[in-house]
């Protein structure tokens, strides 16, 4: 009883925030998700228990704070705004935008913000993403068009970004192991 009336005063307080500080609150669990991510491919994918590189993990949870949560946010306010907010046929055309313009574009960023935050040269940088885009892309396409369905179909607006980023923490951990898997 006392953690169930912890956990809605914990969601409770999260909700206050998301209203007063949307970027903030959008990026902290977003980075923290992706960071998480990060660390899920060192430790389960990786093997590495005690070689962990928090500097690898920083550099994933910098993307998600500074460029995942807010893009996600603008983003998802703009599906709302020109597309619709509810209805099936508006979860479609939602899911449809999402991954024909912003899917490629996003992944692009991230893909190069990996690499430069690595200290990859500009050349290294267009030859992971010429190596691994297409993939991420395809394996993009096998997951999210069902994850955005539901969330376009059923979460609330305010929701959305805590949603994808909490399906996300697989997703980041593929795309660690990804993004690096060159260096193991």
């Known amino acids: 009883m006392q953690v169930a009336m912890k956990a809605r005063g914990f969601f409770k307080l999260y909700q206050q925030a998301l209203v007063r500080r949307p970027y903030l609150m959008q990026g902290l669990q977003s980075g923290i998700l992706m960071g998480a991510g990060d660390l ?10 005690t070689d962990i590189n928090y ?6 949870t910098s993307i998600g704070m500074f460029v995942g949560g807010p893009a996600l946010h603008v983003w998802y306010g703009v599906l709302h705004r020109y597309i619709g907010s509810a209805g099936k046929s508006v979860a479609i055309k939602k899911v449809f935008v999402d991954q ?85």
Not at 40 to 49: G, H, L, M, R
């Open 40 to 49: 899920i491919s060192q430790t389960v994918i990786e093997k590495k228990s």
């Open 55 to 60: 500097k690898r993990t920083l550099q994933f």
């Open 100 to 184: 024909c313009v912003f899917a490629p574009v996003f992944l692009f960023i991230l893909l190069s913000a990996v690499g430069t935050l690595q200290g990859k040269t500009l050349e290294h940088v267009e030859k992971d993403i010429r190596t691994n885009y297409l993939d991420v892309l395809k394996t993009n396409y096998f997951i999210w068009p069902w994850v955005q369905l539901a969330n376009f179909y059923y979460v609330p607006l305010q929701y959305q970004v805590l949603i994808v980023q909490t399906v996300a923490l697989f997703w980041n951990t593929y795309l660690s192991w990804k993004t690096n898997k060159d260096k193991l």
